[in-house]
């Protein structure tokens, strides 16, 4: 009979315990602040560019890293005739050994946007990476770049817009 009553008081704690502490959740992504930027054509509205960078970890434990572009024309009387030779958005999934640590690429994927680009004068379309293994001994984030070449300006490809990583996902 006392073991009855021992059990009883231990069983209750140790419910009240499992209820005082809620089970651990993961964060599932981390996004950093758009970043925007002003590519100017000649002789046309310029394109406002905004992006942002996530990093994803899936309910399979797979993750990934996205870039999502936007762009507008500054002015919409000035929206006409072909933008780029070339426009691409570039998505990578780093990780890191220690918070203050380098980077290292795991997966990266580039996106060509150029048909859509000229197609459309405003319009969203998302760069992803490759997946991979959820890893929870790594810090992970999202980097990224955008390029261009202006249609018809005679200069090529610009230099990359290096994109800042996402907020890191641990």
């Known amino acids: 009979m006392k073991i009855r009553h021992l059990a009883a008081p231990i ?16 964060a599932t992504y981390k996004c950093g602040a758009s970043q925007s930027h002003r590519v100017v054509l000649p002789n046309k509205s310029d394109l406002d560019l905004s992006v942002g ?17 936007n762009w507008e024309p500054t002015t919409l009387t000035g929206a006409v005739g072909r933008k780029f030779d070339g426009f691409k958005v570039n998505a990578r999934l780093e990780y890191r050994f220690t918070t203050g640590g380098n980077d290292y690429i795991n997966k990266s ?5 150029t048909a859509s680009a000229n197609d459309k004068w405003k319009a969203t379309a998302n760069c992803k990476s490759g997946d991979t293994p959820w890893d929870g001994d790594l810090y992970w984030s999202a980097d990224g770049q955008v390029q261009w070449d202006i249609d018809a300006d005679g200069k090529g490809w610009q230099d990359p817009w290096q994109l800042t990583g996402s907020p890191l996902l641990s």
């Open 109 to 113: 994927h580039t996106c060509d946007f």
């Open 53 to 69: 960078l996530c990093v994803f970890r899936n309910s399979d434990g797979e993750l990934y890293a996205q870039v999502q572009t």
């Open 11 to 26: 069983a209750a704690a140790v419910a009240l315990v499992g209820l005082a502490t809620p089970p651990a959740q993961a």
